[in-house]
Each structure stands twice: as structure tokens, then as C-alpha cells.
């Protein structure tokens, strides 16, 4: 009777492993595949004790004190193991959180450092339309205040660094002016 029981209890145990495998992400499976395969193992030595030193007991009838205490020492034994693995598991669970947190940290220092970088571009870009847009406007803009008042008397003429627009808008406005100056 004892054996129909541990076949019928062993029966279960693989279905329940069956479906603890199939349940894990396929990332940890195998890990964690040998961890319970470790629990099943002495889960299944102790069992196997255990329901030995039962029949034993079923089939003579007598209190045996050693009996007693052979399943007490399985027992303690696969509660050993068990506590083993989850110590172990609080470890590798420990190990995972402080990889994440490590990786947070890198991740912040690449989030400042291409902020500052984000930053310096951004201040390039400004003195660049500082000196190449603001500067050149504004000194056009001296230059046409001085010839509206005296078109014909002026003699200066602009001379920018660059040729673009506003070069040609200073040409332009030089043209114009040497023009009056002929009349």
C-alpha cells in the first residue's frame, strides 16, 4: 500500500515539476531548472526514507523510537536543503538587484554626461549665430542708421568676414550709396 502511494505521490510530483519548468522564462529556465532539479533530488530522498521507514512501521506494528527518529533525521535533513536553496536564491536574487542598481548608476552618468554635451552644443551654436548672424545684422544695422542721416556725405563702406547674405545686402546698400554720390 505504502508503494502505490509513493508512485502515485512521485507521479504528481513530476507533473507539478512539469509545469513549474514550463511556467520560467526561457531566460532562467535552465538555472533555475537545476535548482529545483536539487530540491526535487532530496525531496525525493527523503520521501523515499521516509515512506520506507512508514511501510517498515505499517508492516511490523511497533513504535520503534530509532524509526521515529530516522524520519525526524530525513526531515531535518530536506528542510536543511531547502533552507540551503533559499538562502541560495535570496543570493543570486541580492546579486541581480545590485547588477540593476549598477547599471541604473551608469545609466545616469551617460544621461549627464550627454546633457553636458547637449548643453555645450547648444552654447556652440549660440556664439556661432552669435558672431555669424546677431554681430553682422547689428553692424549693418549702425551703418544704415549713419547713412540715412547723410546718404551723400558717408564715405565709409561695410566689410564683413563672410560671404552670405548679409555681405551682400552691405554690397548692395554700398552700391546704392556710391550711386547718390555720383548724382
Known sequence: HATAQARTFFSVADKMRANVRDSLPV???????????LIESAFRANMAVTLSLLGEYVETQRSDRELLVRIRQTTDEFERTLEDFVDAGRR??????EQ???E????????????????AMLLGAYVFLQRRLTRPLARLQNFLERAGQDPVGI????????????QRVGE???????RLQET
Do not use: K
Open 27 to 37: 531566460g532562467i529556465r535552465d538555472h533555475e531548472l537545476s535548482a529545483i532539479a
Open 92 to 97: 543570486r536574487v541580492d546579486a541581480h538587484v
Open 100 to 102: 540593476m542598481r549598477e
Open 104 to 119: 541604473a548608476r551608469a545609466a545616469g552618468w551617460r544621461l549627464r554626461i550627454l546633457s553636458g554635451l547637449a548643453l
Open 155 to 166: 564715405r565709409e563702406r561695410l566689410h564683413f568676414h563672410y560671404r552670405d547674405e548679409i
Open 172 to 178: 548692395a546698400v554700398g552700391f546704392l550709396l556710391d
